[in-house]
């Protein structure tokens, strides 16, 4: 497919389909958000306490074209009013981004429309970039999600590269799992944050995980099985008590929440300090936790740093995102052919 330069009100159909989300959004010229439709799957997984893939992807096949029509319809528009159709091509589950792809393509291919892969961790980073009174580049970005824990250089919308990652499980995923044992419901990260309210952080310590000197990393295994321990009274052998037989449930998720929520703080400063930058942007689910917006913003103004988050709306898996940074992709030429296929990493 012929590629040229986008032109400053190009307007882009972002679809996203990467894991539990099916959502699809108008955006001109990069930054006007004209609509954004979101399906979510929580109802279909709540039930076994995450995402299970062949479910979201059926789903996906489901509500797709409905949430692309209503995104259309809220925007006022036809397809014969897209400039171009950007899609969420990795990471994610397989069977979910193929849906996505899928359309996008037959959607490219049957209005002559360029094609524009887009990655979805670049797009969440993207995202607090979209509400920026000024542009933040270059800056440290920290993308904390049910699927992703990660550092980021980013010196532009499309020139990012990886500083950390987590070891094992992402904080989101923690988040889910420690809300299992603690019978507080799913998805994970709103439903402990919301009991954690009610706790005294102070009256449980957590471990916290610290990479050797002058690295940087995550890991959250540890501090899930330490959570599991304390449960269980200490003896790791013993048979994990009922929600409600827990007496310290809240001051449990508080000190997990504030063990989580420390360990990404200090190491987003600490990438701060190592790469000389004085930004950062934070995207992913786990963005709209409270404590993390509160302490990452405190210690980081302290530090002399800005932090940027996105609206909550624009933290958890959403389209706009996809079409802002297809924007981007698109004004460089950056499209695809009819070739174009999903990929898991």
Same mark, same amino acid.
């Given at each position: 497919? !012929? ?104 959607? #490219?291919? !049957? ?43 980013? &010196? ?8 950390? !990652? ?87 998720? #508080?000190?997990?929440? #504030? ?38 913003? &405190?210690? #980081? ?45």
């Amino acid at each position: 497919m !012929t590629s040229h330069p986008a032109p400053s009100e190009a307007l882009v159909l972002g679809i996203e389909s990467s894991c539990d989300e099916t959502a699809a959004a108008v955006v001109r010229g990069g930054l006007e958000v004209l609509s954004s439709k979101v399906h979510s799957q929580i109802d279909e997984h709540a039930v076994y306490g995450g995402v299970v893939p062949e479910i979201a992807g059926r789903s996906h096949l489901r509500k797709i074209l409905p949430v692309v029509d209503a995104a259309l319809e809220e925007a006022g528009l036809g397809l014969d009013g897209i400039d171009a159709v950007a899609v969420t091509q990795r990471p994610g589950l397989i069977g979910s981004l193929l849906v996505g792809v899928s359309v996008a393509k037959a959607l #490219a291919f !049957t209005r002559g429309l360029p094609l524009v892969p887009v990655h979805h961790i670049e797009a969440h980073v993207h995202s607090a970039s979209m509400e920026c009174e000024e542009r933040p580049w270059p800056c440290v970005a920290l993308v904390v999600s049910g699927g992703h824990t990660a550092l980021y250089r980013a &010196e532009s919308p499309l020139a990012m590269s990886r500083l950390a !990652t987590t070891l094992d499980d992402a904080a989101g995923e923690a988040f889910d799992k420690v809300s299992w044992l603690l019978g507080c419901g799913y998805p994970g990260g709103p439903a402990v944050s919301a009991l954690a309210r009610e706790g005294d952080a102070t009256r449980v310590r957590f471990p916290r995980y610290r990479p050797q000197k002058g690295e940087l990393g995550f890991s959250f295994s540890g501090l899930k099985t330490a959570v599991l321990y304390h449960l269980r009274g200490g003896d790791a052998l013993a048979a994990t008590p009922e929600p409600e037989a827990i007496e310290d449930r809240a001051d449990v998720a #508080a000190a997990f929440e #504030a063990a989580v929520v420390d360990v990404l703080v200090e190491q987003t400063l600490q990438a701060c300090r190592q790469e000389g930058l004085e930004r950062v942007l934070v995207g992913g689910g786990v963005a709209c936790n409270g404590r993390l917006r509160r302490e990452l913003g &405190e210690r #980081a103004a302290a530090a002399g740093i800005e932090a940027s988050f996105p609206s909550p709306a624009y933290c958890t898996d959403n389209a706009v995102m996809i079409a802002g940074l297809g924007f981007e992709l698109l004004r460089a030429g950056r499209v695809a052919g009819l070739e174009l296929d999903a990929l898991a990493r």
